[in-house]
């Protein structure tokens, strides 16, 4: 039993353990075009893995498809 309780960033619901995927962590860079790398900011939040993946452009989306990746190369699957 974890202490911590996770909270999703787009929906709000708790996030717990039930999928392969969950909870996941996402990290954002800002400033990234910055030369100087004391003006970049991170910031980490979590959601669920399909609740982020939804919010993708479709050809995104199927980047981000760990499903049906292997997890070394991220490339799919061959079945």
Do not use: W
């Not at 995927?21 to 990290?27: A, K």
């Not at 790398?37 to 939040?45: D, G, K, L, V």
């Not at 399909?50 to 991220?74: A, D, H, I, M, W």
């Amino acid at each position: 039993m974890s202490l911590v309780i996770y909270h999703c960033a787009i929906c709000g619901q708790n996030l717990e353990g039930g999928s392969k995927q969950d909870p996941c962590g996402i990290s954002i860079f800002s400033n990234i075009d910055k030369e100087d790398e004391s003006e970049m900011q991170e910031a980490y939040f979590f959601s669920h893995y399909e609740c982020f993946r939804k919010n993708l452009e479709p050809g995104v989306q199927e980047y981000l498809n760990f499903e049906g990746q292997s997890p070394q190369t991220q490339e799919p699957v061959e079945k």
